[in-house]
């Protein structure tokens, strides 16, 4: 069964310092997503991620994150220099299209947890 | 505003009996209510999601219930099973592309 990938499992950083963090979406999908979850807390939405555009962010995805399509499976999340309060595991997300009809399932990959020193 | 370190609520269920989970939301205008489930160290699964048109969604094993007057979600699992045991997710697409996840529930299975 298809799946969303991502790597690496685990990032410890350097506050201040840049992280990449990758993901494999679904072949055939279309749409391509990020999610946080700080450590006990809900998971919360940073951006959604369309034919090479971004499609919507929330509030949390400052200037300091950015997201790119580098070539045909790869989709990243980069965090320019990051902060103690940036530790949280990323899950990426990807789904064949948006559904306005009807709900387009979101496959979530296992996540990357990001510690910030 | 978010709560830090937010204390998961905890239900605890004999194997074999119905879980019933709850979940309020806040947004009159989602038209998508979706439930997931966490397992340790994976990432959200979904179970199932109801339109907001409707009042119920039954899957297999589990149901959804849609109460818009009081903006009340629930899941039902029916015969609970020690591989139910997850933190579940009560969520909402508030927009084309975002969802919005409530608190979860962690749910325990009582041998």
């Known amino acids: 069964e298809p799946e969303v990938t991502q790597t690496p499992s685990h990032q410890v950083t350097q506050m201040g310092q840049e992280v990449i963090l990758r993901c494999v979406p679904i072949?055939?999908?279309?749409?391509f997503y990020w999610y946080r979850q700080i450590l006990g807390q809900k998971v919360e939405f940073l951006v959604s991620f369309y034919n090479n555009e971004i499609s919507e962010k929330s509030e949390i995805f400052d200037d300091q994150f950015s997201v790119e399509r580098p070539d045909g499976s790869n989709f990243t999340l980069k965090i320019r220099s990051t902060k103690l309060e940036d530790s949280a595991m990323y899950f990426c997300?990807?789904?064949?299209?948006?559904?306005?009809?009807?709900?387009?399932?979101?496959?979530f990959g296992p996540g990357t947890r990001l510690t910030v020193l | 505003g978010e709560s830090v370190g937010l204390h998961l609520p905890t239900l605890s269920v004999q194997e074999g009996d119905n879980s019933i989970i709850n979940c309020a939301y806040s947004?009159?205008?989602?038209?998508?209510f979706i439930w997931y489930k966490q397992e340790s160290g994976k990432g959200p699964q979904f179970i199932i999601d109801?339109?907001?048109?409707?009042d119920k969604r039954q899957g297999q094993r589990v149901t959804v219930l849609l109460n818009k007057t009081v903006k009340h979600l629930s899941l039902q699992i029916a015969a609970t099973q020690p591989g139910d045991s997850a933190v579940y997710f009560c969520?909402?697409?508030?927009?084309?592309?975002?969802?919005?996840f409530g608190s979860g529930t962690r749910l325990s299975i009582r041998p």
């Open positions: 109801i339109r907001s048109n409707m």
């Open positions: 072949s055939n999908h279309l749409y």
């Open positions: 947004n009159s205008a989602s038209d998508y």
């Open positions: 969520a909402e697409r508030s927009s084309a592309s975002k969802i919005i």
């Open positions: 997300a990807s789904s064949e299209g948006l559904g306005r009809d009807n709900y387009n399932e979101q496959f």
